[in-house]
């Protein structure tokens, strides 16, 4: 299992233990006797949203943001040529006449060819791509080793990755302040530290777009 898995385990778990305190601490403050039936709708209703919650502040965060900063400081860096194109589909919905319909997308992931430090060809995809994926023929600077399957792009659309940072922390600020729901901070306690906590992360997410770009 990768690091991703294990960690995405750890948020699952994590999320479930907070969404049961939640619910008996909203159990406490109602009606002890209540249904069965609304008590488990509780307990799934607020697990669902804290695991969608802590996935988007820390899946997102690793996937786009401390992966590629960590892999940029420790890999060999190298200068690619897009080769070719990788084709993948991504699934969706869309509605039309108040129906929804499934859309299939095509993704198209460059594949760039270097010489590593051995002297030998390699041939890879980047990890990331955009609508106006790059041309064939044209130079890229990435990182890589052996051990990955995908070639780390140093090349970043800033206007999505700093997006992307501020999704991370809004994320982060209203997985904060369900969470804090089982402390004995009031409210607007738990609103100025769920802005520090948002902050902090969005602040540190900006932090690896720049020590990628600065590479």
Same mark, same amino acid.
């Given at each position: 299992?990768?690091?991703?898995?294990?960690?995405?385990?750890?948020?699952?778990?994590?999320?479930?233990?907070?969404?049961?305190?939640?619910?008996?601490?909203?159990?406490?403050?109602?009606?002890?006797?209540?249904?069965? +039936?609304?008590?488990?709708?509780?307990?799934?209703?607020? $697990?669902?949203?804290?695991?969608?919650?802590?996935?988007?502040?820390?899946?997102?965060?690793?996937?786009?943001?401390?992966? =590629?900063?960590?892999?940029?400081?420790?890999?060999? =860096?190298?200068?690619?040529?897009?080769?070719?194109?990788?084709?993948?589909?991504?699934?969706?919905?869309?509605?039309?006449?108040?129906?929804?319909?499934?859309?299939?997308?095509?993704?198209?992931?460059?594949?760039?060819?270097?010489?590593?430090?051995?002297?030998?060809?390699?041939?890879?995809?980047?990890?990331?791509? $955009?609508?106006?994926?790059?041309?064939?023929?044209?130079?890229?600077?990435?990182?890589?080793?052996?051990?990955?399957?995908?070639?780390?792009?140093?090349?970043?659309?800033?206007?999505?990755?700093?997006?992307?940072?501020?999704?991370?922390?809004?994320?982060?600020?209203?997985?904060?302040?369900?969470?804090?729901?089982?402390?004995?901070?009031?409210?607007?306690?738990?609103?100025?530290?769920?802005?520090?906590?948002?902050?902090?992360?969005? +602040?540190?997410?900006? +932090?690896?777009?720049?020590?990628?770009?600065?590479?």
């Amino acid at each position: 299992m990768t690091s991703l898995g294990y960690l995405l385990i750890v948020i699952i778990v994590c999320s479930l233990f907070i969404a049961y305190h939640i619910s008996l601490k909203i159990f406490r403050k109602t009606d002890n006797q209540g249904k069965m +039936l609304e008590k488990v709708f509780i307990i799934i209703f607020t $697990s669902l949203i804290l695991c969608i919650l802590n996935s988007l502040t820390f899946i997102t965060s690793y996937s786009y943001f401390w992966e =590629k900063a960590y892999r940029t400081i420790t890999e060999n =860096k190298y200068e690619a040529i897009v080769v070719g194109y990788q084709q993948e589909i991504s699934s969706s919905k869309s509605s039309f006449n108040n129906t929804y319909l499934p859309n299939k997308k095509i993704i198209y992931f460059p594949k760039v060819r270097y010489t590593n430090s051995e002297g030998k060809e390699v041939t890879k995809k980047l990890d990331i791509t $955009s609508d106006k994926p790059l041309k064939m023929g044209e130079k890229v600077k990435i990182t890589d080793n052996t051990e990955v399957s995908n070639a780390n792009t140093l090349q970043l659309d800033w206007f999505v990755f700093l997006g992307g940072s501020l999704l991370t922390g809004v994320a982060a600020f209203f997985s904060y302040l369900v969470s804090s729901y089982i402390s004995c901070y009031k409210m607007k306690k738990r609103v100025i530290n769920s802005c520090y906590y948002g902050f902090s992360l969005m +602040l540190f997410n900006i +932090l690896c777009i720049i020590i990628i770009n600065l590479n």
